[in-house]
């Protein structure tokens, strides 16, 4: 170190001033240190909240701006009273429940691969990252173009009608769509389940196996049970956002045929039709739904959760 | 328990079908984006003849008439702003969450995981109205903001992950020796401290470069559109050919650097999702 110390620091104040100061000092750096960050979060989404359900609450149409005023609860009432409002809430919560569930077992399958290969792990986990990093609007297109008719490789695959016209139908652009998602969001889930299994004691295993244990029955009793908050972290983190499922379908089918989400609902009724009340009930539904799936899984599992935070 | 070369079979299966899982977009986007427009439609994986027509027409016409060089400036450009201001945000965050003692921390940090869980949809309809009032429509400043918000939560659980590992007694050491708390923290953690605040930079960059719904909603123009919003936007040379090949070979030139940096950093990053674990 080079700061030199004072050759005879000043004889310390009474101990229990000095170390009151010492936190008091503690305590205000803490809250300087972090005000800018609570600041730039706070900005982008109370704030907006707020303006939201205000908007919400009134007929703001930007495409007639001389219109308007306070009109109560008549947008909500509006989209819920809506049959395109809960044709988009079954599609969204129909995409979330498959491509999680999907996932969950796929990921599972992958972090096992991960955890026990012989050989070869580094090359699982390189390759399990490509898609972590790519961009879900260039996946959505790849899996589109790949699922295309025209220019598809899909439909020359064995046992796959040449002529299947993916995205001529609602639940065929589903599968498209749920396959795309699963693609890009697996990783994360192994990655996550991988975390867990690395904190299952061995012993246990070896344990298990002297007793004559299968394979299946280790997994069933040792590995599930130990897992269940790391399973719970991934599951509540995937199925909030996939909740939000926007980007692929906004690229492979823009809604069309039935198969819109309703944050395609939202970002049509704000973006493209200029409609910030109507928009911003359905902002405002959408958060209260995830605000409500948040709310189940920490009420469910609240302590499993603390446990399966890694970082936290 | 011994290897059997059954065991050697079943593993080369299971991993080759995760390798082949995980390639086979990337793969097929390479394959479409080589492919001249006449033999587009030929359903072939691997393309007969290869022309690198698609990847000329992105940048003809130099930076005014080409539909991908402004996107790929503003994508960078945007990214790379919000990753320095993000990361300079929550490591100050982060560093007093996992040093010092004051009220308020775990509120902070159930605050960030909230945000984290917070639909993006549910800000775009203020914002869009905001933006317009303030100016902020269609600049980079009006990403960046959003972006910051929503990524300052993985930053901040990322960094935090990775400064509660730190070596304490190194700082009291330093204060011991007659440094400030600042200088503790600039000479001594910083240092310590650089391999997290590079994973963070890196899944915070990714997390930018990612975003589709801010930058079609928030923008209008090239001006400050990114790449994402760009290719969902992208026309074909004439209104009667379709855009494919353009925006496979867009997509590929987005995706292959990305595909590199992960692979030369994945030890960092997986270490960085799982400590983080707040976004996919």
């Known amino acids: ?312 | 328990m011994e290897r059997s070369s059954r065991d050697y079979v079943l593993w080369t299966i299971a991993i080759t079908l995760v390798v082949i899982f995980a390639l086979i977009p990337v793969l097929w986007l390479i394959s479409i984006s080589l492919k001249p427009p006449e033999a587009l439609t030929d359903q072939r994986f691997i393309p007969s003849e290869v022309s690198f027509d698609n990847y000329k027409s992105l940048f003809e016409g130099g930076i005014d008439d080409s539909p991908f060089i402004k996107p790929l400036i503003n994508s960078i450009g945007i990214a790379l702003i919000t990753t320095a201001i993000s990361i300079v945000l929550a490591s100050f965050c982060a560093y007093a969450i996992a040093r010092l003692d004051f009220p308020g921390k775990r509120v902070i940090l159930a605050g960030a995981l909230a945000i984290a869980m917070f639909p993006p949809i549910s800000t775009v309809g203020p914002l869009f109205d905001m933006w317009r009032t303030l100016g902020l429509y269609d600049t980079w400043l009006g990403l960046i903001i959003p972006y910051l918000t929503f990524s300052l939560p993985l930053a901040i659980y990322v960094l935090v992950a990775f400064f509660r590992e730190i070596p304490w007694e190194l700082e009291q050491a330093a204060q011991v020796d007659g440094a400030t708390p600042f200088q503790a923290f600039t000479k001594v953690i910083v240092p310590l401290a650089a391999p997290g605040v590079f994973t963070a930079a890196i899944l915070v960059f990714i997390f930018c470069w990612n975003d589709f719904l801010f930058a079609i909603s928030l923008t209008s123009s090239d001006a400050s559109r990114t790449v994402p919003a760009a290719l969902a936007f992208f026309t074909g040379e004439s209104s009667f050919t379709a855009p494919t090949g353009s925006i496979a070979a867009a997509a590929v030139v987005v995706t292959v650097p990305i595909i590199i940096f992960v692979l030369i950093f994945q030890r960092r990053i997986v270490a960085g999702l799982t400590a983080g674990a707040v976004k996919g």
């Open chain 1, 1 to 312: 170190m080079t700061v030199n110390a004072p050759a005879n620091p000043a004889p310390q104040k009474a101990a229990p001033a000095g170390a009151s100061s010492r936190t008091r000092s503690e305590r205000k750096l803490g809250w300087m240190l972090c005000a800018p960050a609570v600041i730039a979060m706070l900005l982008v989404t109370a704030y907006p909240i707020v303006y939201a359900v205000i908007l919400s609450l009134q007929d703001v149409d930007l495409r007639f701006p001389d219109e308007g005023g306070f009109v109560g609860l008549s947008n909500y009432t509006a989209v819920l009273s809506s049959d395109l409002w809960w044709t988009d809430f079954f599609n969204t919560v129909l995409i979330m429940v498959i491509s999680v569930a999907i996932e969950l077992v796929l990921g599972m399958a992958i972090a096992l691969v991960m955890y026990r290969a012989i050989f070869g792990r580094g090359v699982v986990r390189t390759s399990v990252l490509i898609p972590y990093g790519i961009i879900t609007v260039v996946a959505a297109f790849a899996w589109q173009f790949a699922f295309s008719p025209e220019t598809g490789f899909v439909n020359n695959l064995p046992l796959i009608p040449d002529e299947k016209d993916w995205f001529g139908g609602r639940f065929s652009s589903f599968a498209v769509i749920i396959m795309a998602e699963v693609w890009k969001t697996t990783p994360f889930m192994a990655l996550l389940l991988l975390a867990g299994l690395v904190t299952i004691d061995s012993q246990l295993y070896e344990a298990a196996r002297v007793d004559g244990a299968t394979a299946w029955q280790r997994f069933t009793r040792i590995t599930l049970p130990l897992m269940k908050p790391a399973i719970l972290v991934a599951l509540l983190f995937r199925t909030l956002d996939a909740f939000r499922v926007f980007d692929t379908i906004f690229i492979m089918t823009r809604g069309a045929l039935d198969t819109e989400s309703v944050s395609i609902l939202g970002y049509n009724q704000l973006i493209s039709r200029l409609n910030l009340g109507l928009g911003s009930a359905v902002s405002v539904l959408i958060f209260l739904c995830v605000f409500l799936i948040a709310f189940i899984f920490v009420r469910g599992f609240g302590t499993k959760l603390e446990e399966g935070r890694p970082g936290g």
